[in-house]
Each structure stands twice: as C-alpha cells, then as structure tokens.
C-alpha cells in the first residue's frame, strides 16, 4: 500500500521558516515527479511546487517563487519543501503528492495519482 506522510507543519511567525518532509513508503518514487499543493480555507487546492524525478528539473507558483525551495532524496524516498518569509497568505494545509508513471510532471492536481494526509501551516502576523 503507498503511504505519503507530511510532516513538519506548525504555527509561524511571519518572515519565518519551516521545512515539510514527505516520506513515501510501499513503493519507489525515484523514477516520478513529485509535488506540493497547498489548499487554505474555502479555496481551491492550489499548485506550489514540483520536482523531477532526479531533481534537475524544478517549477514553483509565482506566489511562493523566490521564497520557497523543493528538493528530493530518492535515497530516501522523500521530498521536502523548505519555506522561508512566510506570509500570512501562506497558511494552508499542505499536501505531497506523486505521479504513478511520469518523471516530468505539471501543475494541475490530476496529474498526480497520490496524496498525502496534509500538514498545516499557520503563519501569524
């Protein structure tokens, strides 16, 4: 059975940092895109970041370019994302998720075939 499990969500102050982990179990992940949405409340779920499946390829939302960077370890079979300046707009669950077949994927939720549970993040003023 594949398992995402997020991890490293909390409450922040805004301009602080925090790093969500993602670690996939009953199955590989090295060879497919890996990705990170967020969905805050009575909004859509919204696109945040992908990555390759080596990691050379990276693609983030205007929103969070700049401030927010994804990374992989296959070794591992976890994705990460780290944050910094954080903004109160950021505050949403975050959700992994993975492709079942491509090493290249996008930035629409339907190209992904597995979720995880979700994080909160909580940024205050």
């Known amino acids: 059975q594949v398992q995402l499990v997020e991890s490293g969500g909390g409450l922040v102050q805004a301009g602080g940092s925090l790093r969500l982990s993602c670690a996939a179990s009953g199955r590989t992940f090295s060879n497919n895109a890996m990705g990170w949405f967020r969905q805050a409340p009575g909004k859509e779920r919204e696109f945040v970041a992908t990555i390759s499946w080596g990691g050379a390829s990276t693609y983030y939302a205007d929103s969070v370019k700049g401030r927010f960077t994804i990374s992989r370890d296959n070794a591992k079979n976890t994705v990460y994302l780290q944050m910094n300046s954080l903004k109160p707009e950021d505050t949403a669950v975050y959700y992994c998720?993975?492709?079942?077949?491509?090493?290249?994927?996008?930035?629409?939720?339907?190209?992904?075939?597995?979720w995880g549970q979700g994080t909160q993040v909580t940024v205050s003023s």
């Open positions: 998720a993975a492709d079942r077949d491509s090493g290249v994927a996008g930035t629409q939720p339907d190209r992904y075939d597995y």
